[in-house]
């Protein structure tokens, strides 16, 4: 029983803030890295942000850099978003991933979705 289960979407203006978060069970996040992706509807997944199992790395896509931050707590076994300065362009499904270090993501969350109005 390996599930990702993500929080704290929901409907916002434009500007606002929110933080989203991942919550994993049948795995220990620490020996794993994790991302979020998102995907808006009739759109390909868009990569959005990364960390590594120690929280020393971390990566952004160029469409979210400076606006957004990932964070992980590995004590709690959850992983964060946080979604500064949103835009309508920013509206999707977020979706958290794992994977091991050294190989691609193969275990993902449900979604939860993000709405962000003009």
Do not use: H
């Not at 991302?35 to 960390?51: C, H, L, T």
């Amino acid at each position: 029983q390996v599930q990702l289960v993500e929080s704290g979407g929901g409907l916002v203006q434009a500007g606002d803030s929110l933080r989203l978060s991942c919550a994993a069970s049948g795995l220990t996040i620490s020996s794993y890295k994790m991302a979020w992706f998102r995907q808006a509807p009739g759109k390909v997944r868009e990569f959005v942000a990364r960390i590594a199992p120690s929280g020393e790395n971390t990566g952004y896509g160029d469409s979210v850099k400076g606006r957004f931050t990932i964070s992980r707590d590995n004590a709690k076994n959850t992983m964060y978003l946080q979604m500064n300065s949103l835009k309508p362009e920013d509206t999707a499904v977020y979706y958290c991933a794992a994977g091991m270090e050294d190989i691609g993501y193969n275990t993902w969350g449900q979604g939860t979705q993000v709405t962000v109005s003009s």
